[in-house]
Each structure stands twice: as C-alpha cells, then as structure tokens.
C-alpha cells in the first residue's frame, strides 16, 4: 500500500491560511477595540480619529477576506492542475509498462498495415531478434530490407532435435489450417517451411550488416520479434479459433514484456545447446552441406536451387499482398 504523505504544496498551503487567518482576526479585534473606545472619549476630535482608523481596518479586513477567498480558489485550482497532470504522467508510464501500444486482429491473410507498421520499426532499428518456427516471412522481410546497418538475430527450434515441431503441429491440428493433411504430412509441410526459411535466411544475409541464425532445442510457440524501440508478439497460444494469421500485439521498449523477452532471447543465444550459424561466412561451395548440416537432410544441388526459387516466388507474394516493396 503506498504511503501518503503531505507534500511541500500541501503544507505551504496550510500555513499561508492559518496566517491570513490570524492576521485578519487580529485587525478585525482591532477594529473592534478602537469603535468601541470611540464611545467612550469625550472629545469629538478623538472620536471622528478614532471612528476613521477602525473603519479603514474594518475595510481592509473586509478587501483581506475577499483577496483570501480568491486566492484560495486560484491555489486549489493550481494544485488540482498539478496532481492532475501528475496522474496523467503515472497512467502513461503504467500504460507503457504494461500494456500494449498496437493490436492487430487474427487474420487468414497478411495485413497490410501490420506489415507496413512493422517494417517502420525494422527500419529505424539497428537491431532486430526473432524468436519463431519457420522464420519463412521473416526471411522474406529481411530479403526486401533496406536497412543496411541491421543486425539480426534468428531463433529457430533445431530440425535434428525430435519434437522440436509438435507445438506448431499440434496448433495447426487443433485449429485445422491443413484441411485433409494426417500428421505426419502436417510435419512435412512445416519442415519444408523452415528449409526455405533457412534458405531465405541465406539469401537475405547480404542484405544485413550481420545476420546470426540460432538454432535451439527450446522453442516456443508465440512469435516474438524484438527492435530497438518495440516488441511485437504474435499469439500462437491465443485461445479461440486459430488462423494463419493470430492476433499480434505491439509493446514499447519500456514494457515488461520486452525486457523479459531481450533478456530469454539472450540466454537462448548463449546456452550451451543452441547452434549458432552466421551465413554469411558460407560459401558458395559450402552452402548446400551447410544446409544439410543444419537440417540433418541430404537434399542436392538440384533441390536446393528448386527451394531458391520456391523462397524468391514466396518473397515476390508476400511483398504483393503485404503492400511492401521489393528492394532493387
């Protein structure tokens, strides 16, 4: 329980009336003597003295009390101003902490102005994390990025960990987003949906400063994606009727939310069984067992150049229907 004390205007405030309120008692008892001893003085002179100097107090009493009452009001509206804006100035910081800035409704297709508002943020980051599944739009993201200082960071479950895809496949069972698919064709769509993530990955290194693919056996099932200024959060785990698409949601620098995700994302990165890769120190004659490494696959130069294909056709539709534009 917070403890309340009297503040410094509180307190001026009190002692400014007890003073006005006892310089006016005391001209008024003033006043009052000198009428009183104008009726018992003989002389006619004194009297009319007397009568003017008790008259004038009683007048400037009188001004007094009217000034007091004014000021009074002046100071109360002042000081109501005052903690006012000081409410507002608290409210705003909770908001900040607490509560999202931005939210996007679940959709079966991508939103225009979720993207458009996302991409303002990668823009005006010089960092950027994703903690996800696939990673697919994000590689499709970083591939029309124009921000040539990013630093990015990638958090992806580790395809030669068993059961590092149930969570994805259960929600897509649960929500029914592959219509007439058993599970283990489920599990194939989503595999291949990260191999072109990490082969989009690839291809969208060159256009970073740095890109640090982390490949871990802990993921989670909502998205995060962190930037210098925000947090967005996408709510795989969100209860009710799934989409493609969930409900996102935008939080500040200052929330909760993002200091708890920056610092999991970190640990992430330095546990002792995450994998890191940085592609860009890949070579060309590398790339495809680099690739089989990572996904413990053994796909061909053929293959590989199909997957290429399949991920620039996917980059060339999301920039379509997500209003954005493809960097020359």
């Given amino acids: 329980m917070t403890?309340?004390?009297?503040?410094?205007?509180?307190?001026?405030?009190?002692?400014?009336?007890?003073?006005?309120?006892?310089?006016?008692?005391?001209?008024?008892?003033?006043?009052?003597?000198?009428?009183?001893?104008?009726?018992?003085?003989p002389s006619q002179t004194w009297k009319e003295f007397l009568n003017a100097i008790a008259t004038g107090l009683l007048v400037s009493a009188a001004f007094g009390i009217a000034q007091t009452l004014v000021t009074n009001k002046v100071t109360t509206?002042?000081?109501?101003?005052?903690?006012?804006?000081?409410?507002?100035?608290?409210?705003?910081?909770?908001s900040n902490i607490y509560y999202p800035t931005d939210e996007f409704s679940a959709s079966s297709v991508p939103d225009p102005q979720f993207n458009i508002r996302l991409n303002e943020d990668l823009a005006d980051s010089p960092t950027f994390w994703f903690r996800g599944m696939s990673g697919?739009?994000?590689?499709?993201?970083?591939?029309?990025?124009?921000?040539?200082?990013?630093?990015?960071?990638?958090?992806?479950?580790?395809?030669k960990v068993p059961g590092t895809l149930e969570g994805r496949i259960d929600y897509a069972i649960r929500n029914e987003l592959y219509h007439g698919l058993n599970r283990d064709e489920i599990r194939e769509k989503i595999q291949r949906d990260i191999n072109l993530g990490i082969v989009g990955l690839f291809e969208a290194s060159h256009r970073c400063a740095s890109l640090e693919l982390i490949l871990?056996?802990?993921?989670?099932?909502?998205?995060?994606?962190?930037?210098?200024?925000?947090?967005?959060?996408?709510?795989?785990?969100?209860?009710?009727?799934?989409?493609?698409?969930?409900?996102?949601?935008?939080?500040?620098?200052?929330?909760?939310?993002?200091?708890?995700?920056?610092?999991?994302?970190?640990?992430?990165?330095?546990?002792?069984?995450?994998?890191?890769?940085?592609?860009?120190?890949?070579?060309?004659?590398?790339?495809?067992?680099?690739?089989?490494?990572?996904?413990?696959?053994?796909?061909?130069?053929?293959?590989?150049?199909?997957l290429t294909k399949d991920f620039h056709s996917f980059t060339d539709g999301f920039a379509r229907t997500s209003g954005l534009k493809r960097g020359e």
């Fill in 3 to 41: 403890d309340i004390r009297p503040t410094a205007n509180s307190l001026l405030k009190r002692l400014t009336r007890g003073m006005q309120a006892l310089l006016l008692s005391v001209v008024a008892l003033g006043a009052t003597v000198l009428l009183w001893a104008a009726t018992l003085v």
């Fill in 77 to 94: 509206e002042m000081l109501r101003t005052s903690v006012m804006e000081q409410v507002s100035d608290s409210l705003a910081k909770s």
């Fill in 136 to 159: 697919r739009y994000t590689a499709a993201r970083l591939a029309l990025n124009l921000n040539v200082r990013l630093q990015a960071y990638l958090i992806l479950p580790d395809p």
């Fill in 216 to 306: 871990t056996p802990m993921p989670v099932l909502d998205r995060y994606e962190i930037f210098h200024n925000a947090i967005w959060v996408t709510l795989f785990s969100d209860p009710g009727k799934g989409t493609a698409f969930p409900r996102t949601l935008r939080f500040s620098a200052l929330s909760i939310m993002y200091l708890m995700q920056y610092a999991d994302c970190l640990q992430v990165k330095n546990h002792p069984s995450s994998r890191l890769i940085q592609p860009r120190t890949i070579s060309e004659t590398e790339i495809i067992s680099k690739f089989n490494e990572i996904t413990g696959q053994s796909i061909t130069k053929e293959e590989y150049i199909d």
